[in-house]
């Protein structure tokens, strides 16, 4: 058992792992925010444009053929989260791409920058005294 909760905390704390479920809780409150604006704000501006209709108010009732009660087929929300997804889709699309900008940018600063050549070692030091005085002794 010990063994086990060992290997589990090994897992559970891996940078991806964490990466990863903070990218989850952070996508859903960002979900939330795209559902707000196309819910409160897109889709009452599309209404006014169509003419005050609500699209999530669209609906098909379908009678039952067995004889219970109707169906409601929910077109207008199916509609509404049509719209959720491409916005959704949109504002990641965008984000992915300003930080592969940013990336590609930092990226092409550390090619244009400088190579700093690093200082020789006590050792590089010691033999470049002794090759500097062996070449001495030969002239």
Known sequence: MKKFMEEFKSFALKGNVLDMAVGVIIGSAFSAIVKSLVDDIIMPLLGILLGQINLSELAVTVPNPLGGADVSLSYGLFLQN???????????????????????????????????????????????EIRDVLKEMKQ
């Open 82 to 128: 049509i719209l959720n997804f491409i916005f959704i889709a949109l504002a990641v699309f965008m984000i992915v791409k300003a930080a592969n900008a940013m990336m590609e940018n930092a990226r092409k600063k550390e090619e244009e920058a400088p190579a700093e050549t690093p200082e020789p070692s006590k050792e590089e030091l010691l033999l470049t």
